[in-house]
């Protein structure tokens, strides 16, 4: 009995050994799992991000240069105004009684005139007796000078009235001037945005220039952007650019960069001054675009974002940037070859934004690329994830 037992245990220790062996060789490898993307065509741009904000590229202060009351408003805000319209009226009872006054003694002067050249030819004709009766030894040497005297007081009374006279005239066309100056009227055509003033406030012009209204074209708008320091020698007078305002983040819009100021703003706690002694202090710089306003939709005081684009290549081979390898100086890329396995291709590269990086040579496009990799049972999701490009 003990013997049958014997040769059954033998038999299935057998059994079982063959059972171990087989699963030993016939268990599944531990294989990698490569998450690749494809060479596609695509555009790649270098940009430089600044926050900017909408003015009116023409704004106007319109002051007063008279003094007094202001009578009359003529313009409510927002108002299109054109050149020359109405804006407001001062109180001109000053300027009128000025302008009046200068008048009368214009008068009074212009009468005196007449008299005095009635006065001036009297006395020339009688120098000139006096004259040809001292040639015929008729008359005294006192009467001759006399005469000479008379002549040459009525020629200086004269010209004093004449003198009179263009200071008069003077006068009345500063008075006219003045008078008009109470008329204020529109420079140019736009649109008023600002009335800092009141009916019945009185305006000083003889201390600062009072400003009535402000009026703007707003046809085309100012795009004052902020550039940081560190990005200010990328950026160049003509490039070109895209921005969005915060009412309208889906509408982008093209423009061109004017100018870069020369002289840098800081900001500081954010507000800007001329200072930078504070190590807490930004430095920017204010970069300028004109951006056409034909809907109406840019308004002053506006926030932009704005990307700037320092170079750019269109519809060229890329590969993600995150599978680009540099070792040695040079490039490399991993790409699947025979039998699934990786192999390291080099390449020539080209710019790069922040997800692609162009390929120059060394791959052909729908070459698949490893971005990222993971053992047999665990996912890739976490190694890959936000690695790829984005849609096209």
Do not use: C
């Not at 270098?46 to 313009?75: F, M, N, P, R």
């Not at 003198?163 to 736009?190: F, H, K, V």
């Not at 700037?308 to 991993?334: C, D, H, M, S, T």
Request: no cysteine; glycine share 6%.
């Amino acid at each position: 009995m003990m013997k049958k037992v014997t040769k059954w245990g033998i038999a299935l220790l057998a059994v079982a050994a063959l059972a171990a062996g087989a699963w030993w060789w016939l268990k599944p490898k531990n294989e990698i799992n490569y998450l690749t993307e494809p060479v596609v065509r695509t555009n790649i741009a270098q940009t430089v991000s600044a926050t900017g904000e909408i003015s009116a590229a023409q704004l106007v202060d319109v002051g007063a240069q008279a003094s007094g009351q202001i009578k009359k408003l003529h313009v409510t805000l927002g108002q299109q105004v054109k050149k020359g319209d109405l804006i407001a009226e001062i109180d001109s009872t000053s300027q009128l009684n000025n302008l009046n006054t200068n008048k009368a003694k214009l008068d009074t002067y212009q009468a005196q005139l007449v008299s005095a050249e009635i006065a001036l030819r009297s006395a020339d004709k009688k120098y000139q007796r006096e004259q040809a009766l001292w040639k015929e030894d008729a008359t005294s040497r006192e009467a001759l000078e006399d005469a000479q005297d008379a002549f040459a007081a009525a020629k200086a009374s004269v010209a004093e009235l004449k003198s009179s006279i263009r200071q008069t005239q003077i006068a009345i066309n500063t008075a006219e001037a003045d008078l008009g100056y109470t008329r204020i009227t529109a420079p140019m055509d736009g649109t008023v945005v600002a009335i800092p003033v009141e009916e019945g406030q009185t305006v000083n012009a003889n201390q600062t220039t009072p400003t009535i209204v402000q009026v703007a074209d707003l046809s085309t708008m100012l795009n004052k952007m902020q550039i940081a320091e560190g990005d200010v020698n990328k950026v160049k007078a003509g490039m070109k650019l895209t921005f969005t305002t915060l009412s309208q983040p889906d509408n982008v819009r093209e423009a061109t960069l004017e100018s870069i100021d020369p002289g840098l703003t800081t900001m500081s706690q954010g507000s800007y001054t001329t200072s930078t002694d504070t190590t807490d202090s930004a430095i920017y710089y204010y970069a300028r675009s004109l951006v056409p306003n034909k809907d109406n939709v840019l308004h002053i005081g506006m926030t932009t974002e704005n990307t700037i684009i320092i170079n750019q290549a269109e519809k060229v081979l890329a590969v993600p940037k995150l599978a680009v390898k540099q070792r040695g100086g040079k490039q490399y890329v991993r790409v699947l070859g025979e039998n699934n396995q990786p192999q390291e291709k080099e390449i020539t590269t080209g710019l790069s934004d922040n997800m692609n990086t162009e390929v120059k040579s060394g791959l052909g496009e729908g070459e698949s690329v490893i971005i990222s990799e993971a053992a047999a049972g665990e996912t890739s999701d976490s190694v890959g994830r936000g690695m790829g490009r984005p849609p096209m």
